[in-house]
């Protein structure tokens, strides 16, 4: 594992070169199960969480990877250790402050380099269809017209989700966001996206929410969706992960 770079560009249209992993979040939701270990290291279907997603990202032709940490972090430093020796690791150490998902980008933006980056959340699962999810969003990425561009799935199909959606998809691909808390979007964020570091100036300093830099880029007209073709798990809880892996042993 090294703390060292170096970028080179990533061309327009393919799979960014660079992810960004987060898995600092302390598990309240997934207590007791975090009370010992990090919510990453929680095994669904037989691996850890992280482990799910660093497949992917393998799979996908990810070259390097910002993991950010915070909550018991020296386990996970220690687990992601030579593990996957097909990528190159770079802890982004957030020890002294918990700074959530925006204030982790902003903490990690000397990192990410100058061309977009793939953000990914380490405590959800996906399953590909027909085509490779990171690759999907990849081919849809226009650098010229996104700031940003999200995975989404319908709520109908959002495994173990008990929110109210979260975007409402334009027939154009842009995306807008769920206002009011009684009404339902149809579509849930899944914790995978495209993020362009242009985005990321003019920020506050602590912990922030990404959605941040989501209401700028929807004010721009420069955030959109991509509907995900496979399967999406949101393993939150303990109870989750049976009902996860059921799905799962049953295809």
Not at 79 to 91: G, K
Request: aromatic letters at 6%; charged letters at 20%.
């Amino acid at each position: 594992m090294t703390r060292q770079l170096s970028l080179r560009p990533v061309p327009g249209g393919r799979v960014p070169r660079t992810a960004m992993v987060m898995a600092a979040g302390l598990g309240k939701r997934m207590r007791p199960l975090t009370a010992t270990r990090p919510k990453p290291l929680v095994s669904v279907a037989g691996k850890p969480l992280i482990d799910h997603v660093f497949d992917r990202l393998i799979a996908a032709g990810i070259e390097r990877a910002v993991v950010n940490v915070h909550y018991l972090a020296d386990q996970l430093e220690a687990h992601l250790r030579d593990r996957f020796p097909q990528v190159e690791i770079i802890i982004s150490d957030e020890r002294e402050q918990l700074l959530e998902t925006g204030g982790g980008l902003v903490k990690a933006r000397s990192l990410l380099g100058d061309d977009p980056v793939l953000v990914v959340n380490s405590d959800n699962l996906w399953i590909d269809g027909p085509v490779d999810a990171i690759r999907l969003l990849s081919s849809r990425w226009d650098d010229a017209a996104m700031d940003a561009l999200l995975l989404m799935v319908p709520l109908a199909r959002a495994h173990n989700h008990n929110g109210h959606g979260d975007f409402h998809l334009g027939p154009d691909g842009r995306i807008t966001a769920r206002r009011a808390r009684n009404r339902v979007a149809p579509f849930s964020y899944t914790g995978l996206q495209i993020l362009h570091p242009r985005l990321i100036v003019d920020a506050p300093e602590g912990p922030f929410s990404t959605n941040l830099f989501w209401d700028r880029a929807i004010a721009a007209g420069r955030a959109f969706g991509q509907v995900h073709q496979g399967l999406w798990f949101d393993v939150g809880t303990p109870r989750a992960i049976p009902q996860t892996e059921l799905i799962l042993a049953d295809g």
